[in-house]
């Protein structure tokens, strides 16, 4: 697949079946996820694959109780219509056949905090841990794509961090920052509807759009 058709139809597949998702095509997608960029070369990325029934069952109950609460705290509402969509879609989460977490190795630090500089350091120090996992999981998500294979991320389970790593026994040096949900789309990969790019985009300055 060529990786422009992979972008322009990368969306959120929700409506996952329970077929088997086989093992290469996991090795595949992991194998992607580590060829990506990180400051420094770090490399501060973890993943857990979770395909245990048991244990995803906790994880999507984990995801609704969370859910829950983030949908309430939403500043912008969901339609009802989307609310339900997205509640329906919670309840048959155990049912995917494969979830990936996204960890974050804290212990693998780029930089330190000069005196004077504490608090940009620490700005740095964040940002760049953050943006050193993330190009991995793009990875997957393209890699997945190219598969015939769809994705939906969740976040949910940091409104019950402590209950989320006790379940998967995570030190505390590693932060869980995403689940990613596997498996063959029901549905059809279409397009991905989002604003141009030439309303977001400014030039030598902040100052019109184009």
Not at 13 to 41: C, F, H, M, Q
Not at 68 to 95: F, T, W
Request: proline share 6%.
């Amino acid at each position: 697949m060529d990786v422009f058709e992979a972008i322009d139809t990368l969306i959120s597949i929700r409506r996952i079946k329970d077929t088997p998702v086989e093992e290469w095509k996991i090795e595949r997608i992991l194998s992607a996820a580590v060829k990506a960029p990180s400051g420094a070369n770090t490399q501060p990325w973890e993943f857990i694959v979770v395909k245990d029934p048991e244990v995803k069952k906790r994880i999507a109950e984990i995801n609704r109780r969370g859910a829950s609460i983030y949908l309430e705290a939403r500043i912008v509402k969901l339609e009802p219509k989307r609310r339900q969509y997205l509640e329906d879609c919670l309840q048959r989460m155990h049912n995917i056949p494969v979830m990936i977490i996204l960890c974050l190795n804290r212990e693998k630090k780029l930089v330190s905090r000069p005196k004077g500089f504490e608090e940009a350091s620490r700005k740095m120090e964040e940002i760049v841990a953050y943006a050193s996992v993330f190009p991995a999981m793009q990875n997957m998500l393209l890699a997945a794509r190219a598969l015939e294979l769809g994705c939906w991320i969740t976040m949910y389970h940091l409104y019950f961090e402590d209950e989320f790593r006790h379940l998967l026994n995570i030190p505390n040096y590693i932060e869980p920052l995403a689940i990613i949900n596997i498996g063959y789309p029901k549905g059809r990969f279409k397009p991905a509807q989002r604003r141009p790019y030439t309303e977001v985009t400014h030039r030598e300055r902040w100052e019109k759009n184009l």
